[in-house]
């Protein structure tokens, strides 16, 4: 089983709403991931988590706070968002790249977000 | 900062193999190459991933050359299902970062 599971599949918000995107996976990876893709563009990397520690934030603005409660679960808080954060907001998750030749990242089927 | 070279598009007849180009001639001896596609609105897939010698699994094949400076994924025959953006990733096993580069859209036509 490789999956992993986002919810909610769409999400509107107002710029001074806070709402959570939330990411699940139960492969036993030690590693999530969020990205952002904006449309017609690849997706780009935000975070990265190793065994709940937050390990990579690729100067992502404060009103994008993750958060990791446990191994199998990942958050990003929202507050304050712009209209130009409007994209898709994808998880991933992967064995930690200390494992030799195995870090594939399996990837979640996002969650679109418009602000308004 | 991607590391990769692919055709922006290609169109492909359904049952007919596709034959997906990359060109990554600066990758270094333990870089690995990834295969990850994205059909619309969903997230990316993995597809398949090698360091030197060929691979293939249930969905795909993987060809390296021998200088490794290039790779070409088979699609072996096609299907309308398989119209997607694909991207061709070349990272080190400890890199968590994924750099998606442009990637090709593959159009399969009846």
């Known amino acids: 089983d490789t999956e992993v599971t986002q919810t909610p599949k769409h999400l509107v918000m107002g710029m001074t709403n806070k709402k959570s995107l939330k990411c699940e996976q139960h492969?036993?990876?030690?590693?999530m991931y969020w990205y952002k893709q904006k449309a017609k563009k690849p997706p780009e990397l935000m975070f990265v988590?190793?065994?709940?520690?937050?390990?990579i934030n690729e100067s992502v603005p404060s009103r994008f706070s993750p958060e990791c409660p446990n191994s199998s679960l990942l958050n990003l808080h929202l507050h304050a968002l712009q209209p130009e954060d409007s994209a898709l907001y994808l998880c991933?998750?992967?064995?930690?790249?200390?494992?030799?030749?195995?870090?594939?990242?399996?990837f979640g089927p996002g969650t679109r977000l418009l602000v308004l | 900062d991607a590391k990769t070279t692919q055709p922006p598009s290609m169109d492909c007849a359904e049952g007919r193999a596709a034959n997906l180009p990359c060109n990554h001639s600066?990758?270094?001896?333990?870089?690995?190459v990834y295969w990850y596609r994205q059909i619309h609105s969903q997230g990316p897939q993995y597809i398949i991933h090698?360091?030197?010698n060929n691979e293939t699994n249930e969905m795909a094949s993987l060809i390296i050359t021998e200088d490794r400076k290039s790779s070409t994924l088979i699609l072996p025959h096609a299907t309308l299902r398989d119209t997607a953006v694909y991207y061709c990733?070349?990272?080190?096993?400890?890199?968590?970062?994924?750099?998606f580069g442009a990637g090709t859209t593959v159009t399969v036509r009846a």
């Open positions: 988590y190793s065994y709940e520690k937050l390990s």
């Open positions: 090698g360091l030197k």
């Open positions: 600066t990758i270094s001896g333990n870089e690995y």
């Open positions: 991933a998750s992967s064995h930690p790249s200390l494992v030799p030749r195995d870090g594939t990242q399996y």
């Open positions: 990733i070349v990272r080190l096993p400890v890199d968590y970062k994924l750099s």
């Open positions: 492969m036993g990876h030690r590693a």
